[in-house]
């Protein structure tokens, strides 16, 4: 039964050398901890003549076999672990008790949890167990089993406890020299560490600076001695002024609450007196006083951050004052004079541009005249200028082109050479943004804002700006022609009507849809009387023209006045009294309402055409039988009627081989037959609307299969003659051969492909880089926060395995990496035969601490034979972004599980990452899940790059990727790899 009163100390002779033998030898000649357990477990067989000796770990509740000797066997044995909780009886006796001494293990309570799953199987009889303590607490327990009934005595108790307090002696000296040992190696590693990441180190004990990084003083740009006299004299002298307060107030802050960590930003001085915005990540060490005596800080160079930052907050502040602007602008009285709008605008497109001058032009005849011009040095507007449009002609062709003209530098863009000299040196003009100005679909004029002395990049809403104050003034433009020409049709309507007395055109006046006037000409040309025309509708006007031309009038009259057109024409034939038809045209003047689609109003001028539409008939007739197309040109001519070739020139023959009996055999299938499949929808789409729409002329390229078979590139180019119906009497071709050109072309457009291929894989290694090596380096600095936190050197011991383990695995990833360009440069094109299991293991070494911090749980489902064709950097990059998000963006309700499994399916290698975390809402974020930038939970630490790299990487590889999510129940990701 157990043990617990003082024992005697009475040894047999061979105990007591058993003993000597193991205190004198225990810390000089047992090089391991092992070896001492060998040797123990022996000599107690050897001094009880017990059969099985072991000794055992204990350590969070369980019992792990560490060396057990069967004398038996003559050999060691291992068991399985004994958990607590399976047999609680026994744990509460071994702490409890000196000794647990078992004559019958069958009988005693002690033994009851654990006899039959473990003495009966070892045909075990009687036991004795000494409990091993180190520093107070439990650590462990030196197990002596016989195969007998055995009475222990207490000179044999007493044996086995002398040799446990060697045993203890002996651990305690043995971890402690492993840790000294682990201890001068991490410092080792610190140093290596802290001299070859990016982010700067320094640490401050007791107000004093006792270690810079290299990298922390290359970032302030001074010696290791510069920065110890600065922080000497003063901890915050580097601390932007503005910011010195702040600063002091988050640490002084942190330090009173007792934090462990903090994180500021702040402007930093250079040597050079320059100031870069950093920022640092402080932990604090707190003595057993609660007195804070370490600070170990990580500082990062933001200014790209912080400048890009900045900039935004300007361009807003900037974009709410033109979106100001314009909503005074567009709310102001339209009543205003034209000019005092044009002056407004002027004004508002200074302070919205912040511009040096600005000014607006209209174009009269050969000139381009300055109507208004403000000038921001004299700060007034000044008198106007004049210039000739043909000496500036690729400027006003290229503002006409354009919706605006965006110049950062005047003096190299072509556009603007022509103005240097004469115009934008003696003004000190950098930069210009022009835009054109029109009014009723026509070039009228130019706003000009243009910028002085520093580089100026016009942005999007300046753009954007700009375009709405030139919108504004083509309409103020149309609205002052408007009430022009109404004050002027008001002052020549007498003139009008003395005019339409005597003229032979006819003229008619509809006002609200109403006849209000009609000349005597109008009636005399259609041989109605005026009191019978008057009392006509619009509609009933209608059916006066022939039936043949009524439809075609109305869509020409309809889609004129929905695209407020002032002025268009059509013929037609209309109805007399004799019962014949007869050609007019119509030519159609419309005045417009102010902020209306309806008219005030339409004046229709009639004229006789029947006479002239007679002889283009008889012309028209005539034509026909002329020969149209030389035989001698280099160029192809062939004539098509009614669907056949009815000519062809001997140079058309000549082009493809095909004689001219069999192009004239041929219909208009059979050309298109002859066309490369890939062309001819296009081209037949190309006709036959050009041809509905009535065209003219009719341009395209395509493919034609010669006689020999092979295909060469042409290019039709074609005259259509219709009839009064519309339809095509003869459809003209001329044609050429384009291949050399077009192969010209082909080989261009490939060789920008591979450009831009190139450009997209740089681009995309960039961000591979950025974003795996913030990741290790993240993985880092968290291990070293885990270490900062605890005084426990076994957990010490661990941090610090971690750490070796994930720098190795940050040694990897850039190795990787640097093979990743040279596979991309073609240094090596070759793609390596991975053991996806093995990938996804190295890959969990490297999140080592992200997966204890979060108390995650990985499952692997991986077949250890299946085996892919890939890119490591690619496959690695892949593994470790979709591990690292699962993790990342768990639910804050359970702790995080990952099942990863593969199968080897045909022609593909199909892997599976499932979470139980946030999930994605994929009806809100389906088309953005896998783009740049993108984050969908709102993690201060999300840079949105990790998914778009991967699914980038799986298409690299000839793969896809497939996402399935709910939210609050967990993301799979699906990766084909072919």
Same mark, same amino acid.
């Given at each position: ?547 043949? &031309?009524? @439809?075609?009038?109305? !869509?020409?009259? $309809?889609? *004129?006045?929905?695209? +407020?057109?002032?002025?268009?024409? #059509? ?6 009294? &004799?019962? @014949?038809?007869?050609? !007019?045209?119509? $030519?159609? *003047?419309?005045?417009? +309402?102010?902020?209306?689609?309806? #008219? ?379």
């Amino acid at each position: 039964m157990p043990q617990n009163s003082t024992i005697p100390m009475h040894f047999s002779t061979k105990q007591f050398e058993i003993l000597l033998s193991l205190y004198k030898s225990s810390f000089s000649n047992f090089a391991s901890l092992e070896k001492l357990q060998e040797t123990i477990v022996k000599s107690i067989v050897k001094g009880l003549g017990v059969k099985r000796v072991g000794i055992w770990s204990f350590e969070d509740d369980v019992l792990h076999c560490e060396k057990l000797f069967d004398a038996n066997e003559n050999d060691f044995k291992v068991e399985d672990d004994l958990f607590k909780e399976d047999f609680p009886i026994y744990f509460d006796a071994l702490q409890k008790y000196l000794a647990i001494a078992i004559d019958n293990v069958a009988v005693s309570p002690y033994t009851s949890e654990i006899l039959f799953s473990y003495f009966v199987p070892n045909d075990i009889k009687s036991m004795l167990d000494i409990p091993i303590w180190t520093k107070g607490l439990l650590s462990g327990v030196l197990c002596c089993e016989h195969v007998e009934i055995k009475e222990w005595s207490e000179q044999e108790i007493s044996f086995v406890r002398s040799i446990v307090d060697i045993y203890s002696l002996f651990f305690e000296e043995f971890k402690k020299r492993q840790i000294e040992k682990k201890l001068i190696e991490n410092q080792d590693r610190f140093k290596f560490i802290s001299e070859n990441i990016s982010d700067g180190i320094y640490i401050v004990e007791d107000d004093k600076l006792v270690f810079t990084s290299k990298r922390y003083l290359e970032m302030i740009g001074m010696t290791e001695e510069e920065k110890l006299n600065f922080h000497n004299r003063d901890m915050f002298y580097l601390v932007h002024p503005e910011d010195v307060e702040k600063v002091k107030g988050i640490i002084y802050s942190a330090i009173e609450k007792k934090k462990l960590s903090i994180k500021y930003q702040h402007r930093c001085r250079r040597k050079d007196g320059s100031y870069m915005w950093r920022e640092d990540i402080m932990n604090i060490h707190y003595d057993s006083t609660g007195r804070a005596f370490r600070a170990v800080t990580i500082a990062r160079d933001i200014s790209q951050e912080k400048e890009l930052e900045i900039e935004l907050e300007k361009n807003k502040k900037i974009s709410d004052l033109q979106n100001k602007l314009l909503l005074n602008l567009y709310s102001s009285h339209i009543e205003l004079p034209f000019e005092e709008r044009v002056r407004n605008v002027i004004g508002i497109s200074v302070e919205g541009l912040r511009l040096g001058r600005s000014s607006y032009w209209e174009i009269k005849k050969k000139r381009l005249v300055c109507k208004s011009l403000f000038d921001c040095v004299e700060n007034k507007f000044l008198d106007v200028e004049t210039l000739d449009i043909r000496s500036i002609p690729k400027y006003i062709n290229t503002v006409n082109s354009q919706l605006a003209l965006v110049v950062d530098d005047v003096y190299s863009n072509d556009s603007t050479s022509e103005l240097i000299d004469s115009y934008f040196k003696p003004l000190g003009i950098t930069d210009t943004l022009d835009v054109p100005i029109r009014a009723n679909g026509k070039f009228f004029g130019v706003l000009c804002c243009e910028h002085r002395d520093d580089p100026r990049v016009w942005s999007e809403n300046d753009i954007s700006f700009a375009r709405a104050l030139a919108d504004y003034l083509s309409l103020a433009i149309e609205e002052e022609k408007r009430k022009k020409a109404e004050r002027k049709l008001s002052e020549n309507q007498k003139k009008l009507e003395f005019i339409s007395e005597h003229t032979s055109d006819g003229i008619m006046t509809l006002e609200k849809g109403h006849i209000t006037y009609v000349s005597p000409a109008f009636s005399k040309l259609s041989g109605y009387k005026l009191d019978f025309v008057n009392k006509l509708t619009v509609d009933e006007l209608f059916s006066y023209i022939h039936p043949e &031309d009524v @439809d075609e009038v109305r !869509r020409i009259v $309809y889609d *004129n006045l929905d695209k +407020r057109k002032s002025q268009f024409r #059509y013929e037609y034939r209309f109805l007399g009294t &004799d019962g @014949d038809y007869y050609w !007019r045209e119509d $030519y159609i *003047n419309v005045i417009y +309402r102010q902020n209306s689609d309806d #008219y005030s109003k339409y004046i229709i001028t009639s004229r006789d055409i029947d006479q002239r539409k007679k002889i283009e008939e008889q012309l028209l007739e005539s034509t026909k039988q002329l020969k149209l197309i030389t035989e001698n040109t280099s160029d192809g001519v062939a004539v098509i009627e009614d669907g056949k070739l009815t000519y062809v020139s001997p140079s058309f023959s000549d082009l493809l081989g095909y004689n001219k009996e069999t192009y004239t055999k041929m219909t208009m299938q059979d050309i298109f037959a002859c066309m490369h499949l890939d062309d001819v929808e296009r081209v037949t789409q190309t006709v036959y609307g050009a041809l509905a729409r009535q065209e003219k002329e009719i341009k395209y390229e395509h493919r034609f299969r010669g006689v020999d078979g092979t295909y060469h590139w042409r290019e039709d180019s074609a005259n259509v003659i219709y009839d009064e119906n519309g339809k095509y009497t003869k459809y003209i071709v001329i044609t050429r051969d384009i291949t050399e050109r077009k192969e010209s072309e082909n080989e261009k457009n490939r060789l920008y492909k591979i450009t831009q291929t190139q450009n997209e894989k740089l681009i995309n290694f960039t961000h591979i880089v950025s974003h795996d090596i913030r990741s290790h380096t993240s993985n880092l600095s968290m291990i070293l926060d885990l270490y900062d936190d605890t005084n426990n050197l076994e957990e010490q011991r661990e941090y610090f395995k971690m750490l070796k383990q994930s720098t190795n695995k940050l040694s990897d990833t850039i190795f990787f990496l640097n093979e990743t360009v040279a596979v991309q440069s073609g240094i090596k094109n070759e793609k390596a035969i991975l053991n996806l299991k093995e990938e996804i293991e190295k890959a969990l070494v490297g999140i080592n601490a992200v997966i204890r911090t979060n108390e995650a749980q990985i499952n692997i489902a991986v077949d250890d034979a299946i085996e892919i064709i890939t890119t490591q950097s690619y496959l690695e990059s892949i593994i470790f972004n979709l591990l690292t998000n699962a993790i990342k963006y768990k639910s804050p309700q359970r702790n995080p599980v990952v099942n990863i499994s593969a199968v080897k399916e045909v022609g593909e290698i199909k892997m599976i990452i499932e979470d139980n975390g946030r999930g994605i809402d994929l009806d809100k974020y389906k088309d953005k899940v896998f783009g740049m930038y993108k984050t969908f939970h709102g993690n201060p630490d999300a840079v949105g790059l990790g998914l778009f790299m991967v699914k980038n990487h799986i298409e690299s590889l000839g793969g896809k990727i497939e996402v399935e999510s709910q939210v609050d129940k967990g993301t799979k990701f699906t990766l084909h790899f072919t």
